[in-house]
Antibody, heavy 118, light 110 residues
């Protein structure tokens, strides 16, 4: 079955850019929408945005100015970049497959913890 | 966009039914039948429990049901079991074509 695996640095310095990759295995990256979601320690879920396999993106308005998502269909990989990070960006970051362009995320990665600290 | 409003906690005894509310606006919950619910056990990955307001993915118990009235969606868990103890989040599509999560509800089985 489809599996998602997030990867990237666990520690990022303030003001730098957070970069994560999500590798999709066991199924196609095409025909699906792919979301990034984050969860600060002890807090709730926050939708960051989604990307369609064609490259179409849609971002959370509160993060729009700092977020860039991309897709590499040849590698079955998604990427997330979040610039000018602060401590408030410390969170577990998840990638998830969505059923259409709707908030129905049926397959999730295990998540990766990113801490923003000097 | 503001997070959808959920009660911080709901509790019930085994076998009872509980309902979790998710209140938004006419620009999200009230405007579309695109509400989903997720269950998250401590330290675990969220799991899709309900989509399209009231549809259940394959494998999800029929003890979980969803509904909507106006700007408020609801998740009902009937025949409460110990394993239902978890955090629950609603999500809705919005008029900006984005998604918004609820604030989350901790369900405690007494």
């Amino acid at each position: 079955q489809v599996q998602l695996q997030e990867s990237g640095p666990g520690l990022v310095k303030p003001s730098e850019t957070l970069s994560l990759t999500c590798t999709v295995s066991g199924g196609p990256i095409t025909t699906y929408y792919w979301s990034w979601i984050r969860q600060p320690p002890g807090k709730g879920l926050e939708w960051i945005g989604y990307i369609y396999y064609s490259g179409t993106t849609n971002y959370n308005p509160s993060l729009k100015n700092r977020v860039t998502m991309s897709v590499d269909t040849s590698k079955n990989q998604l990427s997330l970049k979040l610039s000018s990070v602060t401590a408030a960006d410390t969170a577990v970051y998840y990638c998830a497959r969505a059923l259409g362009s709707l908030p129905y995320m049926d397959v999730w990665g295990k998540g990766t913890t990113v801490t923003v600290s000097s | 966009q503001s997070a959808l409003t959920q009660p911080a906690s709901v509790s019930g005894s085994p076998g009872q039914s509980i309902t979790i509310s998710c209140t938004g606006t006419s620009s999200d919950v009230g405007g579309y039948n695109y509400v989903s619910w997720y269950q998250q056990h401590p330290g675990k990955v969220p799991k899709l429990m309900i989509y399209g307001v009231s549809d259940r993915p394959s494998g999800v118990s029929n003890r979980f049901s969803g509904s909507k009235s106006g700007n408020t969606a609801s998740l009902t868990i009937s025949g409460l079991q110990a394993d239902d103890e978890a955090d629950y989040y609603c999500t809705s599509y919005t008029s900006s074509t984005t998604y918004v999560f609820g604030t989350g509800t901790k369900v405690t089985v007494l």
